[in-house]
């Protein structure tokens, strides 16, 4: 069982950065991998992110690609999101997830665990 807590989410004007983080309950968070996805109002949830467990294989949406970056540190049970130039169509609720092993997928129906998920918010 995991239980993943994310925040620093806030309001920033396009352009801006915030980083992410999800910080992880259990002591086997180093044997999943991890996603970020999100989910703005009326729309589907929309991949981001994923690490591999060990943090050597990332993956980034080609939307976010060159702008956000996602990482890990198994010793201190959190994954982050490092977002940069923030458009307003980043504007959405993002959640991480959990998948058990080491193989990294964009579909959220793999993962098995999900925070609560944070507010972004860019205005223009």
């Known amino acids: 069982q995991?239980?993943?807590?994310?925040?620093?989410g806030g309001l920033v004007q396009a352009g801006g950065s915030l980083r992410l983080s999800c910080a992880a309950s259990g002591r086997t968070f180093s044997r999943y991998a991890m996603g970020w996805f999100r989910q703005a109002p009326g729309k589907e949830r929309e991949f981001v992110a994923a690490i591999s467990w060990t943090g050597g294989l990332t993956y980034h949406a080609d939307s976010v690609k060159g702008r956000f970056t996602v990482s890990r540190d198994n010793a201190k049970n959190t994954v982050w999101l490092q977002m940069n130039s923030l458009k307003p169509e980043d504007t959405a609720a993002y959640y991480c997830a959990a998948r058990g092993g080491s193989y990294m997928t964009t579909g959220p129906n793999e993962y098995d665990y999900w925070g609560q998920g944070t507010q972004v918010t860019v205005s223009s």
């Open 2 to 8: 995991v239980q993943l807590v994310e925040s620093g």
